[in-house]
């Protein structure tokens, strides 16, 4: 069995819009890898194209150059979109029916015997929380609900690939955690899963390895380990000064006042060890000291900030 | 198999669920019952009104259903985004436009069914039958319709709503007056004639499903007499089915092309 589950190859996608058929480069390059049983984010800032691309991944838009292969077959493959599983972006569904009824729909689109339909819905009503909502048309959901309902619908033909697009947006932190649980609960069932974002801490806490699109070109993809650098960028101090005040800050060190006292955020060259002694020594009260290296944010803003600076 | 059932299911519930149709429903009811009111206008044709009316009623509404619903059925799942859900799931496009069409057919058999049975209670109440000829007539009219949805649904696979009802109500008239202008290409010089002719023979022939009233040979047809004949239903069916599914097939290999953004 093939440790890559989903391989995208040089993919771009050019539309051609309106009455003078206006070039447009939705993604420009992207390729990389899913492996088997990992959970790997897709990151972007809004309109970088990581929807165009699942889009092409799911047979939803055909590429302009480039190939896909999912679950070893090219893309699109009735063969492969029975073990794969998919929630498109703000997912709408027949809001005339009731969650029961769309899995069963679903199903049966797998192939699934009625019997066993039922059955599967009704575990996968159960496990994203709608048991008391099973006989209510889908059109009375909230948005939340709505994204529980397209888990399920995901899960309905027992996928190996679960592919999510934006499944966070428009999420409270409530239904944003239950959402990374169910992720993390799917990749101890053995599934692999796929999904873009651009909720960073999200990533942070889920991901085994991201990739990075910005404005139709991957930048980034990896373990996040590598991809984040170890260096540090500066040390943060918090502290209440003593009756002798505070001694002379470092070259580049900033002041801040904050509730509980002041908080100094040191360079990275900055000697922390003779700042320590020095504001002991002024009989200040240090709460805390803080290494700040590099995290997600700071590579997807850097990221972005250096494609936006290319671009002009 | 169980894939295609699954989408005409869906397809048919949806319309059972949508008010508008029985508003439509409610009005062809509406118009076959104005029959009775309208026979007392006359001296003793009572019966010939109830049956021209009502079968008026039939393909009129019929028709509006087949083309409002049919011009929606691809382009609400688009516009609504429920095909994102849908085409990626193991189905094949052509499996969705097949149970999409299946599932309208589904919707009119049923809507023309009622309006039929409605027809035949009014008719029985005036003490007549709902007989072989009228039979025929609907069954004529159900073909007519199957035609008029696969043209809507084959428009809807690559434009908005508003032009393929157009294109669609469009086909419909003139394939309706194909002999009209056939009489009106004999009349003219040989270029006109022949654009004309080339053009009826392109368009669907949808007299041949309302022939009441039309002089085959010598005779006249009519559903107040013998109406039409087994090979007359057979052939024409034939030519509806065959002129359907050739409309589909160019309606499902354009969605099998197409980019869902």
New interface residues.
């Given amino acids: 069995m093939s440790d890559v589950v989903l391989r995208a190859d040089d993919l771009a996608k050019t ?1 051609r819009l309106g009455f003078l058929r206006k070039r447009i480069e939705a993604v420009k390059q992207a390729s990389f890898e899913v492996r088997r049983g990992e959970i790997f984010g897709y990151l972007g800032p809004n309109g970088s194209g990581k929807t ?1 691309t699942l ?1 092409m991944l ?5 590429p302009s150059r480039g190939r896909a292969e999912v679950l070893g077959r090219p893309v699109p493959d ?2 492969a ?2 073990r ?1 599983g ?1 929630l ?1 972006e ?5 809001d ?2 009731t969650p029961e ?1 769309f899995l069963d ?2 199903g ?4 699934v015997k009625r019997a066993d339909r039922r059955a599967r819905a009704d575990r996968l009503i159960e496990r994203v929380g709608l048991s008391s909502a099973r006989g209510r048309p889908l059109r009375k959901f909230s948005k939340g609900m709505l994204q529980r309902i ?1 888990i399920a ?1 995901a899960l309905m ?1 027992e996928p190996e690939l679960v592919v999510l697009d934006e499944p966070m947006t428009g999420l409270d932190p409530i239904g944003r955690k239950e959402i990374r649980d169910l992720m993390l609960d799917l990749k101890r069932e053995g599934r692999t899963v796929l999904y873009s974002t651009h909720i960073l801490p999200d990533v942070e806490m889920t991901c085994d390895r991201v990739a990075m699109i910005f404005a139709g070109r991957i930048r980034n993809v990896g373990p996040l380990s590598e991809l984040l650098t170890a260096r540090l960028l500066s040390t943060e101090v918090c502290l209440r000064p003593g009756a002798a005040g505070l001694p002379d800050l470092p070259q580049g060190a900033r002041k801040i006042e904050s509730p509980d006292g002041l908080v100094i955020d040191l360079p990275a060259d900055a000697d922390v060890d003779a700042f320590l002694r020095a504001v002991l020594a002024a009989g200040a009260r240090v709460h805390s000291l803080t290494p700040r290296r590099e995290s997600l944010e700071d590579l997807f803003v850097r990221e972005a900030t250096s494609q936006r600076q290319g671009a002009t | 198999m169980r894939r295609i059932q699954a989408i005409a299911w869906n397809t048919f519930r949806e319309a059972v669920r949508n008010k508008i149709l029985y508003s439509l429903l409610f009005f062809a009811v509406l118009i076959i019952l104005s029959a009775l009111a309208m026979g007392n206008l006359t001296l003793h044709e009572e019966i010939r009104m109830t049956r021209d009316i009502g079968l008026f009623g039939i393909d009129a509404f019929g028709v509006i259903i087949a083309i409002f619903v049919g011009v929606n059925l691809l382009y609400k799942e688009l516009d609504l985004k429920t095909v994102y859900t849908i085409l990626p799931k193991p189905l094949h496009r052509w499996e969705f436009v097949l149970g999409k069409w299946l599932g309208m057919l589904l919707t009119l058999a049923v809507q023309m069914g009622v309006m039929g049975l409605v027809l035949g209670l009014t008719l029985w109440w005036q003490g007549a039958q709902f007989d072989t000829p009228m039979v025929k007539a609907v069954w004529l009219l159900f073909v007519n319709v199957m035609l008029v949805t696969s043209i809507a649904v084959f428009f809807s696979a690559f434009s908005s709503p508003f032009l393929s009802g157009f294109f669609a109500l469009g086909c419909f008239l003139v394939g309706r007056s194909v002999p009209d202008i056939r009489a009106l290409a004999a009349k003219l010089g040989p270029l006109a004639k022949t654009v004309l002719e080339t053009g009826c023979s392109l368009m669907p022939n949808m007299h041949l499903f309302y022939p009441s009233g039309a002089i085959v040979g010598a005779e006249e047809l009519s559903v107040h007499r013998d109406f039409v004949g087994a090979s007359y239903l057979l052939t024409s069916t034939a030519y509806g089915m065959a002129y359907s599914l050739i409309v589909l097939i160019l309606a499902m290999l354009i969605f099998r092309k197409r980019d869902f953004v």
């Fill in positions: 539309f165009t889009k799911m047979g939803l838009v055909f009735r063969q979109k029975r794969l998919y498109p703000s997912p709408y569904f027949y005339y029916l009824e729909l679903v049966a689109l797998f192939d397209g619908q033909g």
